[in-house]
């Protein structure tokens, strides 16, 4: 059944990921387009089972001689050999390129149809398959990545719906659906807790010129997320992006919910009111504006509206377990408390079904410590309640003039007019959800569930209902907070680009209308093609169809393929002017896309897998390289630099004593005396043994670290470290005798079983205690901290601050921490959480002493292993403070290296090595970071960059900058390095001039600029990626703020009201490039 007119091959043939969202099958308007899909579903399914039987024979004739080679028995074939024939069967399709192309084709295609159809299993399914055959090259189809990660998303596989779309923006930011995909990573990366990155893409979602259904939440994050800033601040964030939701869509009364929730936080009552009335008229009347109406009238001690609203809100919805809640606690502050017991009873009741649900939905985790929290309080509420209404006469509890009428009563009587017409009108609005009320309902009459039901209700309110049903009611019903969640998504997935964007209106009508509009229109590569009946579908015959397969295969990698088809052919070979003709080749119509600083043509970068090599026991707990100065001498020796940089993490021992430093410069009464008022950022941590971390509970070791961010003086935190070390002097003298009984009770119980531990720690739950450890103190400014800073002039060059051989010297700017010193103040127990050092430099560190520290490190290669742990846990790798369970890293046969590091001893971590430290006794230390210019330095630094601004993390060294800088300043006679950083210029350069070949072509004039000589390098103001050279400036709030061309095109399309500058002549740039050959010599790259 292929599909024979011409018009329904054209509708095929342009559809694919990106219409999903715009184009709505379900729509009987498109019912048309829909069965032409469905027909054509089903015969790529015939093509696809037809291709597969041919080449079962040849499949299975390899399997069998895969089997025969590895086993001669009857023994089945274990996972590795089931691997390996996999793979061969892979391999034997490679080589097939044309029939694998054609095959391939049709399975990605299927993928697109299956997710325009709404089946998301079906479309996930075909989409793997298609990567399946695909691994070195689908990241070159940027629909295809779109599409799985829409599958992923709709499959709730958050953490592979992520990184699909993070692949995506970072092969091409501009990709057409690119403000979906922001939305939706910001979406998810909430959910998952990630409130700093969430909040980024939901801002660039935000940029796009067009409305957003999203704003109302992140407004509503400003308000509750607490890691987003300080309170006021936050405030004041939240009530405008909810204006300007409410004023992108005025009709919504959730947002004006939100903005009344809002004004109530902040106290201005009359807004709040005005906010929910609005929200209420805007006849989305939900329990949740009702409830919030209460809150304020009782706030406002105007118990009769209160008890009136939050009568509403139960009505609306008899599961809302905040207003029964309330409403309690409102009957119980009037003296009510038989009222009140009901309503607690209500409240407990729903709670403890949410809990249920909720351990089942994946929605909502906050949710659930909620809900588990507030039915605690709940239960102990109604105890109370119970014991007194046990106590006291029930006469004298009824006869007292009740302040309010009953929950009865007021479940019957008439409220208020303006009240009561308002309900009835959203009553109405609203669907009939689940089992009535546990109280009589003066709209019985209108419901459908039989009258003796809602009486048994009455006399038994709480039992009557079973476990089931009360789910199946929650699991209708849900919060009022997924189903908003829940909303937008679906708001988004049927909006979309249908009203958004722009010059690409696309109606459905217009797609069966008119074929032509379509092909030219939305993709206008395809005019050139020439397409006949048959082109796409016939994957299985003739000259003619591999022709148009030929065709269809252009069509589907787009403008991808075709650039870095073209990419292929930049080299490091070129000189400047070569470079400048090749580019004037590539495209202009469509901005430059993806500008890596790594190798041409390569995929989105991964982490690596750990070395395959099974370690022992003995090489899982390596021992620390480590080497003992008795001189000056030995520490400038060449072989120190030598040593330090062959292993992943070195001490050296005695530094201090050898050079003759003068730490009591770093000591803490020094500082004092010097800088009191000095800031010092504080991190509230629980203390802990050094190879344990546990969560809160003391229950389970984990890897999440808690570590709270405050401030301090040095001087305050000065008085908190001596009065720690003398509370812990005391502790000792008081230790006497009970405290031997603590220790020899503890030691009896010496077994290592699990279910030991876990006693173990719940016994001294009590003794965990938290503490403060003051960090990244900065030590840059050579006024205040001179002594100190001329004092680390002794070091050796290798492990200086400044020197010529450090590439951070050649940033040319301040680097806070990075080229300049920190000082870290800490108490027994403060712990440096595990990373890497900023793109993966290396960092030296010295402790000041008196007490010691406790190093752990892990060698760079296995940097993707503990990536993948914290997966694992819940936890981001780059933004998260994490802790690593040893036994884990073991396990996943990762070896560490464990050291202490005494006062005097400087610690180098190589480039790469992951390293987390935590302090044995009372200590200061200092460090900062160095580059040496290898080639291992340099490669390791920028793929940390590349990955970064894949994962929207911000690269704090600009690396393009420094790589021309490195190009002006320095000879480079390693090969490896100096292909490294031409590589670079290549690739900036090539994207320089495309960039401008496109500006130009969209009729913006660029200027020159220029640079002041230390002026800090450029980040975009909304994506923090590094902007080199050519600057997009847009005046936001009476500031001139730098944008990449991305997101400047977010703002403008056109690139109307932005202004372009360039910061050099591209003769220099030019130059420069020219210039930077390798340099042949014997010797080191970089004679000092
Ligand atoms: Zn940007």
């Keep these: 059944m292929i599909p024979k007119s011409f018009e329904e091959i054209s509708i095929i043939r342009d559809l694919d990921s990106r219409y999903f969202g715009c184009l709505d099958l379900s729509d009987p308007k498109n019912l048309e387009i829909k069965s032409v899909v469905q027909k054509t579903v089903t015969t790529i399914q015939d093509d696809i089972a037809f291709y597969i039987s041919k080449n079962m024979i040849v499949t299975h004739e390899l399997t069998s001689k895969v089997f025969d080679n590895n086993s001669t028995g009857n023994t089945p074939p274990d996972d590795k050999k089931l691997h390996d024939v996999e793979n061969k069967v892979i391999g034997f399709f490679e080589e097939e390129t044309l029939a694998k192309n054609q095959f391939k084709n049709a399975l990605c295609k299927l993928g697109h149809l299956h997710l325009l159809l709404g089946e998301y299993s079906e479309a996930l399914s075909a989409y793997q398959k298609y990567l399946r055959f695909n691994r070195n090259n689908y990241w070159k189809n940027h629909e295809f990545i779109y599409g799985i990660g829409i599958a992923y998303f709709k499959l709730r596989c958050f953490k592979w719906a992520i990184k699909s779309f993070q692949e995506l923006l970072y092969l091409n930011p501009n990709f057409t659906c690119a403000n979906d995909v922001h939305l939706r990573l910001g979406f998810m990366l909430k959910h998952c807790g990630e409130y700093h990155i969430a909040l980024k893409h939901l801002q660039l979602a935000l940029l796009y010129t067009y409305p957003s259904t999203f704003s109302e939440l992140h407004g509503w994050m400003y308000h509750c997320v607490e890691c987003l800033g300080e309170k006021k601040e936050r405030e004041s964030c939240a009530l405008t992006f909810l204006q300007k939701s409410i004023d992108a869509d005025p009709k919504s009364g959730q947002s004006l919910y939100l903005l009344g929730r809002c004004y109530a936080g902040i106290n201005k009552v009359h807004d709040a009111f005005l906010a929910y009335r609005n929200s209420v008229e805007k006849s989305e009347g939900n329990a949740d504006t009702w409830c919030s109406i209460g809150v304020l009238y009782q706030q406002q001690n105007q118990p009769t509206d209160a008890l009136q609203a939050y009568i509403c809100a139960v009505q609306l919805d008899k599961d809302h377990k905040e207003a029964w809640t309330n409403l309690g606690i409102l009957y119980e502050s009037c003296g009510q408390l038989r009222d009140a017991y009901a309503c607690y009873l209500n409240a407990t009741k729903q709670a403890s079904c949410q809990k249920a649900t909720i351990l089942r939905s994946e929605d909502n985790i906050s949710m659930n410590k909620d809900a588990i929290g507030f039915s605690k309080g709940l239960s ?96 209708q019903n849900k919060t009022q907070y997924i189903q908003f969640n829940q909303n ?89 002017k070569q470079l400048l003709s090749a580019v004037k080749l590539l495209t ?81 009464k020094t500082l004092v005396e010097a800088n009191p008022d000095h800031s010092v950022e504080v991190r509230t941590q629980v203390h802990q043994s050094p190879d344990e971390n546990w969560d809160t509970s003391q229950a389970k070791r984990v890897w999440a670290c808690i570590s709270h961010r405050s401030h301090t003086t040095i001087a305050k935190y000065a008085q908190y470290q001596a009065s720690s070390f003398q509370d812990s002097l005391k502790d000792e003298n008081d230790k006497g005798y009970a405290g031997s009984q603590i220790m020899s009770d503890s030691d ?67 680097i806070l921490g990075m080229n300049t010193v920190q000082l870290y103040m800490k108490v027994p127990g403060s712990r440096t959480p595990g990373h890497q050092e ?124 420094l790589s021309w800088n490195l190009a002006r300043n320095i000879k480079v006679s390693d090969k490896k390095l100096f292909e490294l950083i031409k590589m670079c210029l290549l690739q900036t350069l090539k994207n320089i001039l495309h960039t401008q070949e496109y500006v130009k072509f969209k009729g913006v004039e660029i200027r020159f600029n220029g640079r002041g000589k230390n002026d800090a ?37 056109s690139l109307q009201g932005i202004v372009c500058l360039e910061e050099y002549r591209l003769s220099e740039l030019q130059h420069v490039y020219d210039s930077f050959t390798l340099y042949r010599t014997q010797g080191l790259a970089y004679t000092q």
């Design 488 to 576: 937008i998504i679906t708001t988004l997935s049927t909006h979309n680009l249908d009203n958004v964007q722009e010059g690409r209106l696309i109606s459905e009508q217009s797609i069966l209308d008119s074929y032509e509009y379509i092909s030219n229109d939305l993709y206008t590569k395809n005019t050139n093609c020439k397409f006949e009946p048959g082109t796409i579908l016939s994957i299985n015959n003739d000259e003619t169809s591999r022709h148009l397969n030929e065709d269809s295969e252009y069509t589907e990698f787009n403008v991808s393929a075709s650039i870095s088809d073209l990419s292929q052919s930049f080299k490091i070979q070129m000189d400047s």
């Design 748 to 814: 009896s119980k010496d077994s290592v079983s699990n279910s030991n531990i876990t006693l173990k720690r719940k016994k001294h739950k009590s003794s965990s205690k938290m503490l403060r450890f003051g960090t990244n103190v900065d030590l840059s400014d050579e006024r205040k901290w001179k002594p100190q800073l001329s004092e680390l002039q002794k070091l050796p060059a290798f492990a200086r601050v400044i020197s010529a051989a450090n590439m951070l010297s050649h940033v040319g700017h301040v």
């Design 838 to 961: 900023n793109n993966n430099f290396c960092s030296i560190n010295i402790n000041i002493g008196p007490g010691d520290c406790e190093w752990f490190a892990v060698p760079d290669a296995y940097w993707g292993g503990i990536h993948n742990l914290c997966e694992k846990n819940n936890i981001s790798y780059l933004h998260g403070s994490w802790w690593p369970v040893l036994e884990d890293l073991y396990k996943e046969n990762i070896p560490v290296y464990r050291f202490i590091q005494k006062p005097g001893d400087l610690v180098w971590v190589n480039a790469g090595c992951v390293h987390w430290v935590q302090s044995v006794g009372w200590c200061n230390n200092i460090a900062w970071n160095v580059g040496p210019l290898t080639a291992r330095q340099y490669s390791l630094a920028i793929e940390r960059y590349e990955w970064n601004k894949l994962q929207a993390f911000k690269s704090i060294v600009p690396m393009v900058h």
């Design 380 to 475: 102990q509420r109604i105890k109370f309640l119970e014991i007194q209404l046990g106590q006291a006469p029930l006469p004298s509890i009824t006869s007292k003039r009740r302040q309010l009428c009953s929950i009865e009563e007021a479940w019957n009587l008439p409220i208020s007019l303006e009240m009561n017409s308002r309900q009835q009108q959203t009553a109405q609005m609203l669907p009939r959800q689940g089992p009535p009320p546990p109280y009589p309902h003066r709209e019985i009459s209108e419901s459908p569930t039989p009258a003796k039901r809602v009486k048994d209700d009455a006399l038994n309110p709480i039992y009557n209902r079973s476990e089931q049903d009360c789910q199946d009611t929650i699991q």
């Design 588 to 668: 202009i119509e469509d901005p430059p896309i993806n500008c890596t600083v790594l190798q041409v043509n390569t995929p989105p970068p991964t982490p690596p897998d750990c070395p395959p090599q099974k370690l022992s026991r003995d090489q899982l707990l390596p021992p620390t390289p480590s080497v003992h100065l008795e001189n000056k001498k030995n520490a400038f020796s060449p072989q120190l630099q030598e040593f330090c940089l062959k292993h992943p993490i070195a001490v050296v021992r005695g530094l201090a004593g050898a050079l003759k430093l003068d730490l009591g410069l770093f000591s803490t």
């Design 1017 to 1053: 390098s450029h980040y975009c103001g909304q994506c923090e990626v590094e902007v080199f050279n050519v600057l997009f400036i847009k005046e936001q709030e009476k500031r001139h703020v730098v944008h990449c061309l991305s997101c400047a095109l977010k703002l403008s399309p």
